[in-house]
């Protein structure tokens, strides 16, 4: 158990609610985003990306309960209303939000986000709604994870250049990650095509519901109640990595589908992967232009309300680790507990 966590319980144990309570009071003009991926109960033969998952659905109800308690949750809607009309955010304001779009959102977060009468936002990638194709990082996680361990690394060492010597498949997805994130996307997806198609690997049947993305029913059904929905564009590629053309596209296109299918404007983009070399000044430029109001960075922090930059706002990560005492504290100590 880490320091934080030691003293996280502590201070849980010690301090009774309304303090918390008095401690969240303490920070003033502080708009809070917290960034959730999937909500899912796993093991650790979960046979995907496994650092996707940001909370058990017992930890996110218990999350919810304690922001619906302590916090004031906003639709993005108020968001991008206060933003563009000059107005204040209400005291204490929180908002959530879930990248990508895969299908536990709609089986295990959105009933909790109703109990607690909590609104939240899922960017969407357009290209994996309704689909069968998951995403480019599910698909690579679920290669090394789970094929023939020698032939893998055979495999890993000769496509991605990693020296996968008494290195556990987690290790050995961390460093693949990371590099298929700096290389151009074409060459990406070549990749991935190439591990699936070459080494002649597919899906077990009864893994692939592990991965399921959202479908436009579903999405429907949500953005009717608590749930708003904004942008992830369409293939889920590192922006800052794409000629003009390319860009314009993911940005304008993914925008349009959502917009066709909920029947409504889009304002909001999150880039994906989210750091800082995963973005830049053209793709806030062209994010602009696209019609987007408000961009969601992966950057991790609190924002002042009103923003500095509208398009590189921050969002505090939560990760399936982190204890609900950890949480609470997390959220009304944010400069002790948050790097
Ligand atoms: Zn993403």
């Not at 050995?172 to 070549?190: A, Q, T």
């Not at 095509?193 to 519901?209: A, I």
């Not at 794409?242 to 860009?247: F, I, M, Q």
Request: charged share 25%; with cysteine; glycine share 2%.
């Amino acid at each position: 158990m880490s320091k934080k966590e030691i003293l996280a319980k502590c201070i849980d144990t010690l301090i009774p609610n309304s303090f918390y309570r008095y401690l969240i009071n303490l920070c003033k003009n502080d708009f809070v985003v917290l960034a959730y991926h999937r909500i899912m109960d796993v093991d650790d033969n979960y046979p995907f990306d496994i650092e996707l998952i940001s909370a058990s659905c017992k930890q996110f109800d218990e999350q919810m309960a304690f922001v619906s308690r302590n916090f004031v949750p906003v639709s993005i809607e108020q968001v991008v209303n206060c933003y563009i009309n000059n107005l204040k955010l209400p005291k204490k304001s929180i908002l959530i939000t879930f990248d990508d779009g895969f299908a536990d959102n709609y089986k295990n977060a959105f009933p909790i986000l109703k109990k607690y009468n909590v609104p939240a936002t899922i960017f969407l990638s357009t290209d994996f709604i309704s689909s069968d194709n998951t995403l480019w990082f599910d698909r690579l996680s679920y290669f090394i994870m789970n094929y023939d361990e020698g032939l893998m690394k055979g495999a890993v060492r000769e496509k991605f250049k990693v020296n996968c010597t008494a290195k556990s498949r987690r290790q050995i997805l961390e460093e693949v990650m990371e590099y298929v994130k700096i290389i151009p996307n074409s060459d990406r997806e070549k990749l991935l095509k190439e591990l699936y198609e070459v080494f002649d690997f597919s899906y077990s049947e009864n893994h692939m519901h592990y991965s399921e993305t959202l479908n436009w029913q579903q999405i429907k059904e949500m953005d009717e109640s608590c749930v708003s929905f904004g942008s992830h564009t369409l293939s889920h590629p590192i922006l800052s990595q794409l000629d003009a053309a390319e860009l314009t596209h993911e940005l304008a296109e993914s925008k349009k589908i959502i917009e066709k299918n909920i029947n409504h404007s889009i304002d909001t983009i999150a880039y994906p992967v989210g750091t800082r070399s995963a973005f830049n000044e053209e793709v806030i430029s062209e994010s602009r232009l696209a019609g987007y109001k408000l961009g969601f960075s992966y950057l991790s922090g609190a924002n002042k309300w009103p923003l500095k930059n509208e398009f590189t706002i921050n969002r505090y990560h939560i990760e399936r680790y982190i204890s609900t005492s950890l949480f609470k504290c997390m959220l009304s100590v944010q400069k002790l507990f948050l790097r």
